[in-house]
């Protein structure tokens, strides 16, 4: 399993940005996927955003597309997640995962293997 580290969130206030990384470590295998799923007290995991490593393909949840950017640097095996125009209802901890190989699902959180420690992040005025 890779080891992965997710930095990047805090307090900001609506309409700001925000950028998380997660770095993965350890034994990473190509191609992967991995991306970013999100928990707010009392609800379920939602998927954020996945990128596929090997066919470049990205997949966003509806609540965050044209708003939220995946991105990756594949030499420092790292993902970001530019997130732009940010609301409230964004506020959550947000947990970076991967998989190798990509799961069918890719937005079903139950399928990665490994995860993050995961980072908050918090939308208020």
């Known amino acids: 399993e890779d080891k992965l580290v997710e930095s990047g969130g805090g307090l900001v206030r609506p309409g700001d940005s925000l950028l998380l990384s997660c770095a993965a470590s350890g034994r990473v295998s190509f191609p992967y996927c991995m991306g970013w799923f999100r928990q707010a007290p009392g609800k379920e995991r939602e998927g954020v955003a996945i990128i596929d490593t090997s066919r470049r393909l990205e997949t966003y949840g509806d609540s965050v597309k044209g708003r939220f950017t995946i991105s990756k640097d594949n030499a420092k095996n790292t993902v970001y997640l530019e997130m732009n125009n940010l609301k409230p209802e964004d506020s959550a901890m947000y947990y970076c995962?991967?998989?190798?190989?990509?799961?069918?699902?890719?937005?079903?959180?139950?399928?990665?293997?490994?995860w993050g420690q995961g980072t908050q992040v918090t939308v208020s005025t």
């Open positions: 995962a991967s998989r190798s190989p990509c799961p069918n699902e890719r937005m079903t959180g139950a399928l990665y293997k490994s």
